[in-house]
């Protein structure tokens, strides 16, 4: 098993940014790649970023440029980069992991306030 910790979320201006992190522990040389989703209030989980193990990256389309993804440590820790936030992507931001057995699992996610 693999359990996700994620952490950094807060409340921020328009326009400000803020770097999440994704930590992982258990079962951590089973990870093949690491996602980014993100929910707001009544809307559907969107994915925002992903990383896998061989370095390849991926950034929602409405998002490059701002957002940046990256790891340390093989993908024990992820982090997602924001910068330029706007007040519709206040939203709970989570990680999850795909695992060479095909499991996936998901952190609790972290809150993300945009506002003024």
């Known amino acids: 098993q693999v359990q996700l910790v994620e952490s950094g979320g807060g409340l921020l201006q328009p326009g400000g940014s803020l770097r999440l992190s994704c930590a992982a522990s258990?079962?951590?040389?089973?990870?093949?790649?690491i996602f980014w989703y993100r929910q707001a209030s009544g809307k559907e989980r969107e994915l925002v970023a992903s990383?896998?193990?061989?370095?390849?990256?991926n950034v929602a389309d409405s998002m490059k440029g701002r957002f940046t993804i990256s790891s340390v440590d093989g993908l024990k820790t992820v982090y997602l980069q924001m910068n330029s936030l706007k007040p519709e992507e206040t939203a709970v931001y989570y990680c999850?992991?795909?695992?060479?057995?095909?499991?996936?699992?998901w952190g609790q996610g972290t809150q993300v306030t945009v506002s003024s």
């Open positions: 999850r992991s795909f695992i060479t057995s095909g499991q996936n699992y």
């Open positions: 990383i896998t193990l061989g370095g390849f990256r």
């Open positions: 258990g079962s951590t040389s089973k990870i093949a790649t």
